[in-house]
């Protein structure tokens, strides 16, 4: 019981970490992009870029209004309670850190829809004609979140699936 304990304290800081780092790169993006500036070109095919994005993953919902804002960050909220409970009860550590992940991340855009009535998101990638859509560290720190459920479940399914040939 006492290593669950330390594991959930754990997870409680990193995902105060994860969020400690988007707000903190979002400040130095804002702070910079404070007067209307072309992107900063980091590579042939990475750019930093201001982007406020009222909606949600690729543009989606992406009209400003107070609406969205109460709804999405209620809704990030909510699940991130959910998976808070399950991250308590969670077996092992990488669906700790998967949870933990999302969690971050979700909290991290909230606190920006609530500041901002917007995410404030900046790393841009592209390829020639093809543009990613921009996104933020929190974002980065969802996608790693559901990475790291996946891995587990396909390890967990593996495990099964050979026992059930033995």
């Known amino acids: ?10 997870s409680l800081l990193v995902i105060a970490f994860i969020i400690g780092i988007d707000q903190w ?10 007067l209307p500036r ?7 095919f990475f750019d930093l870029v201001l982007v406020w994005n ?21 809704f990030a909220l ?8 399950w991250l308590w009860k969670a077996q092992n550590n990488l669906l ?3 949870f933990g992940f999302i969690i971050a991340g979700a909290i991290g855009n909230v606190v920006d829809r609530l500041r901002f009535s917007a995410v404030v998101d ?12 921009t996104f933020n560290v929190a974002d980065t720190a969802i996608t ?19 026992e059930q040939k033995i």
């Open 1 to 10: 019981m006492d290593s669950i304990k330390r594991s959930n304290t754990f």
């Open 25 to 34: 790169t979002k400040a130095l993006i804002l702070k910079y992009f404070f």
């Open 38 to 44: 072309a992107p900063i070109t980091i590579t042939s």
């Open 54 to 74: 009222h909606g949600i993953s690729f543009g989606m919902f992406n009209t400003p209004s107070r609406w969205n804002v109460y709804i999405l960050s209620t």
């Open 78 to 85: 909510s699940i991130s309670c959910l998976l808070l409970r």
């Open 96 to 98: 700790r850190f998967g």
């Open 122 to 133: 900046f790393l841009h990638f592209h390829w020639g004609a093809y543009a990613f859509p």
């Open 144 to 162: 790693l979140g559901v990475g790291f459920i996946l891995i587990d479940n396909f390890r967990n399914s593996r495990g099964t699936l050979h």
